[in-house]
């Protein structure tokens, strides 16, 4: 596996301004994807996964969304910083998504062929000078890939006529359509049942084999995550708390909310996944001080409540965000401990 | 097929909600204090006329039996004689409706064009001084009585600045062009009478912008709210991460969507014109169907009033089954379901 | 009916309990709106507005200069058609009469329409829009949203126009009039949500447990809908206003001498341009009054975000 750097997230900011006061959302996150690699990307719902990957593209809506600090490098150039021209190219071609709702993702009023035409068109430059007739035989491939029947008469079907799974298939489509380098792929399936779910995840796995793109997996299901991913994520209340390559995670989670995270059973259905840690995601509108875990955590320790723990290196590639592996701090407090 | 069923459905309901109306009419015009026949013939005519027309207006018969006998009069264009032109109502009404349908379009056309402006306006530029400046405008436009705006705009633009005429269609001197439409303007254009059609234009505009004003606000309001809320929307951001241009997303993929919310309240904002009309158009002299209805309620002239309310009724129902139809034809979600239920 | 409550909730809570429980969740609640509600100048500055105009009203004889001149009939051709001034703050009108002092009075015109027209539509467009609504598809139904379409077919100011030209001109009768117009959008309203509440848990609960009728209505689904229902009265309070100015402007309302708002607009009308503020400051005060209870019915709006009003 080679390991040039394809996205980079250094030390990311957002905040969101709302009626009471601003929202903390992401709160100095970092994040690699090499060129190739699958990651994973898991914490409970409402931690700032997609916050993150909707940032990465840019597609927040400002207002309320504000990103306030940090870089996103594509490639080496700062996605944050682009103009609307090079920001244009950069979606679609270079990196792509699908989306966790479907049904929300897809326009209402809108034709599936009105939306991928375009899409489409803007996929590369010779594309742009072909005719509506042309645009229409390509835009029934990426419908054929997702084994989607009949994609011809599909083109002119609202969403509204189509099912839940379907929805997921085309939105799966139009995101590769464009032949992305970097697919993201935020919850696949997770508003479908769990055999349609099987089925959106076997089709991705294919079609990103097939391209050799690099993806990024969102889920809160570890299950999945296991079974797709090289390296994986932990993230918890805005902050990445875990890195390490999957099968490592897996063997020795380190981070106190990871463990959590693993101990509640990991169920295909999604959902629960707290159940194995009391209490939820605080408030981002008053954060607890320090780290952002220690109300919930039943190791905190007095610097917790203080100090926010840096993201670092606990072995070779595995990295943690927890005073317990700071040998500054740990080390101490074991001696005091032993005494 | 499907918008086939849909109009049959909605006509079959305008169809009742006309006759009800009918009804309605019949009773307020027969609750009036007085006798009609009398007043027909005025005071000083001898008893045995007075009984020779009551039995001729059917008015010694029960109620639905008059009622009966109105209907069928109404529906064929026979609503008597006015009291206060001592001509045929309908006549009245073919003279005067052009003249109102002129200024309610005119004003139809500004409050769309002004009011989705300035909303589109307003959400790409949330919560900035330009978003304020037109929060304020359209807070103002809905505040205000359109009798006010009226006199406001009589006095500022008419009478200080002298930018505008302030009565009538037409000024005295320029050539009236034939009638072909009723409509000044499009008979103006086409006689090619550009003295007239700029004349025309002139009068129009003072009283269409008074017209205009709260429409013109509601509209705005409801633009920026539903494209503000509409630009958070997931699709949006799809269609966006796809690399689609912002051209593209905000001219196609946002205002389509945004802008049903905006056209299904046009059809009330078309007949709320039509009502402020009654004052607008008594203030600008202009010579219209609501002026002509505003008088013979002044001197409860029940013909003509029950013409007139039944002829916007009617105006009513029907710009509300176009709006129904260019609404379901633009959101496929409603024209499913408008076909599918029931 | 006590002990089925214990049983249903399924906790040992006696009714008394469970009424002081709820009694103290809608007091929070209240307190919550309330700082929720303060924190939004707008409607801070819409409540002021209305609560200062509400009591010049009441106290008008007593804080204008001039009462006599909106009282009784009064005239003063020394004085007539005087621009403002320090001692005329509004100026004087064609036959002399201070016109703040008319326009204080005016309020309450303006204001009494609002409130009769209001208490008489919203009971009765509340109590059909329950009926219609808790009985959806049913013939009563029917019956009653059939005859809301039809008074929904033209515009309000229309109709009302139609039936206060057929009526002695008076504020009494404007107010009739404009009642007889007002009350389908209540009962539209109502029946939306009671639509949609019919076949919530705790109506069915009740169906269950044998209460009546009434109880359904106005204890189960009536306490749902307030808040949209509030926030209506006080948005139409403004729209009221306007159609009750609009009848005294075309003389179908308040009469002369009194000072109607509107009357008082449409007799200075006739002195354009020159005398403007004899049209002018009356016309202003109808704004000012809307625009207060504008604002205090959006920021209401925003309290309840109560949908489709």
Redesign the interface.
Known sequence: MSVTPLLEIKNLHVEFKV?GGVLKVLDGVDFRVNVGEKVGLVGETGCGKTTTM?AI?R???V??ARITGGEVLFKGRDILKMK?REL??????G???I???PT???????TIGA?LE??IR??SPENRRLSKKELRKLAVIPLKEVALADPERLLDA?P??LSGGMRQRV?IG??L??NPELLIADEPGTSLDVTIQDQVLRLLQRLVEQRHSSVILISHTLGIVRQMCDRVYVMYAGNMVEEAPTRKLFANPLHPYTRGLMAAVPRLSGGGVAMGIPGRIPSYLHPPSGCRFHPRCPQAMEICKHEKPAFQQAEDDHRVACFLYDPAVAEPQKEATTA | MRTLTFIARRAFHAIFVLLGLSIVIFIIARIMPGDPARVAVGARAPEWVVEQLREQMHLNDPLPIQYYYWLTDALHGDFGISLVTRRNVADDIREFFPASLELAFTSLLITAVLGIGLGTLSARHKDKFIDNVVRVISYMGVVTPSFVFAILFLLLFGYVLDLFPTIGRLSEGVPRPPTVTGFMTIDSLLAGNFTALFDALHHLILPAMALAMGTMAQEARITRASMSENLTKDYIAAIRAFGVPERTVMGRFLLKPSLIATISIMGLDFAGGLANAFLVELIFVWPGLSRYGMNAILRKDLNAISAVILVLGVVFIVVNIIVDLVVARLDPRIGLRAARSD | MAQQTAEWTGFNITEQELRRMRWQTRRENLGRSWYKFSRNPLSVVGGATVLIIILAAIFAPYITPYPDHATRPFTDFANASQPPSLEHWFGTDEIGRDIFSRTVFGFRFSLTMGVVVLSMVVPVGVILGLIAGYFQGSRIDTIIMRITDIFLAVPPLILALAIASVLEPNLFNSMVAVSLMWWPWYTRLVYGQATALRNEFFVSSAEVTGASTAHILFREILPNTLSPIFTKISLDMGWVIIIGASLSFVGLGVQPPKPGLGTMVASGAKYLPDQWWISLFPALAIVVLVLGFNLLGDGLRDLFAAEEI
């Open positions: 009626y909707k593209l597609i927040l809506p207002p309320p609307e244009r190219e950069t979606r679609g071609r990196i792509s998504m989306f966790q709702d929300a993702a897809l326009n209402p009023v809108f939306q375009p899409v803007h996929a609202y509204i006529q939105c139009m995101a359509a464009t």
